[in-house]
């Protein structure tokens, strides 16, 4: 299945073509030029694993969590490209993506894994994964708390791994827990391909009208109109 992915949930950011044995991706770089950059990447990599953009079977995207822009761009990118060639579409979460990656490079799937975003102002978005055949990983109800009260929480000897990591390794396994490494912190397209590939082979798909972004946070907008409200 000729597969485009996108990741724009974190500042890194990066696409992937995958068919068959083929993947190509290339990474996008600050998350102030996603947009810019974002469908010259695409052709590229498309370009490169033997196909037009226009030839694609299936689009990937993370749908969340991340950073607002960074999630909009990537997302609303996927719908077009869905709706406008007739593609299939599905958004992953990145917490699965995550989850994935860690497995694989650590061959952590016997225990659930404890895997944390940064949400800003001192939060992390926490949620724990555990592997659940057939097609990965099930991910259980995420919380929004304090990065002091989500080390604290943490059941002892956990295995973490997560974007929360980057900035709060240190203060983790001081904690006696389990780090992933590094390379499994964040969503990559690649890993979003290898979790959206077989769920669109069984017949999955997202709606391009009714995809959207799961984002860590309400908008500051949206706060103020709560507490403007209330």
Known sequence: MRTLAIDTSHPGGSVAACHGGTVCSRILGEAGGHSRLLAERLTAVAREAGWEVA??????????????????????????????????????????VVARETARLTGWDDRPLQIAFDAGRGEVYAAVATADDPFGWRIGPASLLSAADWIARLPPGSRVTGPALEPHAAAVASAGHLLAPEAAWFPAAVAVAAAAIPRALSGAADDPHTLVPDYTRPSYADERRVSEAG
């Open 55 to 96: 030839d694609t079977q299936l689009v990937a995207v993370v749908r969340g969590p991340g950073s607002f822009t960074g999630l909009r761009v990537g997302v609303a990118t996927a719908k077009a490209l869905a709706w406008a060639g007739g593609m299939r579409l599905l958004g992953v979460s990145g917490v699965e």
